[in-house]
């Protein structure tokens, strides 16, 4: 059974800093991985979708990178701002072809102080 | 064009009631997706249909659940007999095609008292 997990489980940085989430997976046959952004109360906002064969994504100040032999996945985001703030999930697509489902980790809580 | 839209925002039910939740995804998105997500906690995956069959209702806790999409597009996820465990926030998405991201509505959340 895949099991995604997240740490930190929450973040505290001063506006303006780089940081760096952390995703790990057990099981590396995946066929993608995604990571979103959920702000309180609301739903999940994609942010970037990394293929298995694909190394990284970039979007703006977003750049996901993924090791899948090492079940690893990385999200950087540069020059930290307020409006960062939020819970960032990955989650992760296996690669059978009747799998759909996402397995999600339990997100890391992101505050970005002014 | 409209994202994923969900209905009701907020469903207070009581213990045993029946409750429907109602999904509308992007227009022309063939896959459908539901998730239920509890408090401090990632979603997780309960049902998904391509077209109009339930491709993979794996995730169905029980049979209790269970969820319809008649037309291929609007879906209804049906709840009987309400548990106070039941209590959550049920995510729908919808993807163009089998295997893209995943687009995610606001929500529904269900209390049961």
């Known amino acids: 059974k895949q099991e995604v997990t997240q740490i930190p489980a929450a973040l505290s940085v001063p506006e303006g800093e780089n940081l760096v989430l952390n995703c790990s997976f057990t099981?590396?046959?995946?066929?993608?991985l995604q990571w979103f952004r959920q702000d309180p109360g609301k739903g999940l906002t994609s942010l970037l979708l990394i293929q298995s064969s694909q190394r990284e994504q970039t979007s703006g100040r977003l750049n996901a990178s993924l090791d899948k032999s090492s079940g690893r996945s990385t999200l950087y985001i540069a020059a930290s701002q307020p409006g960062d703030s939020a819970t960032y999930l990955c989650a992760v697509r296996p690669m059978e072809t009747s799998g759909s489902r996402l397995t999600f980790g339990e997100g890391t809580q992101l505050t970005v102080n002014p | 064009g409209a994202g994923v839209s969900q209905t009701p925002s907020n469903k207070v039910t009581e213990k045993g009631k029946y409750v429907e939740l109602r999904c509308d995804p992007i227009?022309?998105?063939?896959?459908l997706y539901w998730y239920r997500q509890s408090l401090g906690q990632g979603p997780e995956f309960l049902i998904y249909?391509?077209?109009?069959?339930?491709?993979?209702d794996s995730g169905l806790p029980n049979d209790r659940f269970f969820a319809v999409r008649p037309e291929g597009s609007v879906s209804t996820l049906k709840i009987q007999r309400t548990e106070r465990g039941d209590s959550a926030v049920y995510l729908c998405a919808s993807s163009l095609m089998f295997g893209d991201t995943q687009y995610f509505g606001p929500g529904t959340r269900l209390t049961v008292l």
């Open positions: 227009s022309g998105h063939t896959a």
């Open positions: 249909f391509q077209g109009t069959g339930a491709a993979d």
């Open positions: 099981d590396s046959a995946i066929y993608n």
